[in-house]
């Protein structure tokens, strides 16, 4: 019984799912690329452009960059679970990926109320910071 059903998997495989599979190990390997370059310029402007925390507020900026890097590490993560799901025909661990893509929406909306709310104290922050530096004649 058990040989049948590999069988009848094994006459599935098409040349329509073979490139569904390769576009989506394609499609997740960029996914994680991405992932690990928006890791790393969380991470710079964490190290290397301290001196603008005082420019836009240092609590709700951190927080930002923050919520940027935990969701760029779930970004990475998701993208090598899918390709390996894909890779080792492992479909159950679909529902962990789809799981995933929701939390990682989720923290997306997060960022973006969080952006939308200190928009204007960083307008004004910025205003009143290069107001010193024009030259009036």
Not at 7 to 30: D, G, H, Q
Not at 40 to 68: C, D, E, H, N
Not at 89 to 111: G, K, P, T
């Amino acid at each position: 019984m058990v040989v049948a059903a590999k069988l009848r998997m094994k006459s599935r495989v098409t040349p329509e799912t073979t490139f569904l599979k390769n576009m989506f190990i394609a499609v997740n390997a960029i996914i994680s690329v991405a992932g690990c370059v928006t890791l790393y310029m969380g991470i710079w402007v964490l190290l290397r452009k301290r001196q603008y925390l005082g420019l836009v507020g240092s609590g709700p900026f951190v927080m930002a960059v923050t919520t940027v890097m935990l969701s760029s590490c779930l970004v990475l993560f998701t993208g090598l679970l899918g390709c390996s799901v894909v890779i080792r025909h492992r479909y159950d661990c679909l529902s962990v990926y789809c799981i995933l893509l929701l939390f990682h929406f989720m923290l997306q909306v997060i960022a973006g109320v969080v952006a939308y709310r200190q928009q204007q104290m960083t307008s004004t922050n910025l205003r009143t910071y290069s107001e010193p530096l024009q030259v009036h004649p």
